[in-house]
């Protein structure tokens, strides 16, 4: 199945591809509990930012991606988060399959944090 979406900051047609990436993005960024009518909505990651930088935060974090993912949004299946830093930026790479198109995969970069120069 092939749709048209809209793009959240321009009001433009974007592809079913690009829907998906903005629909992760959109998931990951919000706050639970700070979407009105619809508290559940979200991810937990923003209770992880000031978290120290170790292995069980980078879980905790991970987790929270997949559990708000699975639970919101249902066009995507995935198979690995990994995160990535730099002293620039910190990134998280999804890798997955579609569940709206049989045998095409999915993949996504989404930049978690920056940090100022």
Do not use: C
């Given at each position: 199945?092939?749709?048209?979406?809209?793009?959240?900051q321009?009001?433009?047609?974007?592809?079913?591809?690009?829907?998906?990436?903005?629909?992760?993005?959109?998931?990951?960024?919000?706050p639970?509990g700070?979407?009105i009518?619809?508290?559940?909505?979200?991810?937990?990651?923003?209770?992880?930012?000031?978290?120290?930088?170790?292995?069980?935060?980078?879980?905790?974090?991970?987790?929270?991606?997949?559990?708000?993912?699975?639970?919101?949004?249902?066009?995507?299946?995935?198979?690995?988060?990994?995160?990535?830093?730099?002293?620039?930026?910190?990134?998280?790479?999804?890798?997955?399959?579609?569940?709206?198109?049989?045998?095409q995969?999915?993949?996504?970069?989404?930049?978690?944090?920056?940090?100022?120069?």
């Amino acid at each position: 199945m092939s749709y048209i979406g809209m793009n959240s900051q321009n009001g433009r047609t974007i592809t079913d591809m690009d829907h998906i990436n903005q629909s992760v993005k959109d998931i990951l960024t919000t706050p639970i509990g700070s979407r009105i009518e619809r508290r559940d909505y979200g991810s937990f990651l923003f209770l992880l930012l000031d978290n120290p930088n170790t292995e069980a935060t980078r879980l905790r974090v991970i987790s929270a991606t997949v559990m708000a993912l699975n639970q919101w949004e249902p066009r995507i299946k995935l198979d690995a988060v990994d995160i990535f830093a730099d002293n620039e930026k910190l990134t998280m790479q999804l890798t997955g399959s579609r569940t709206d198109k049989p045998n095409q995969t999915f993949t996504s970069d989404i930049e978690i944090a920056t940090w100022p120069r």
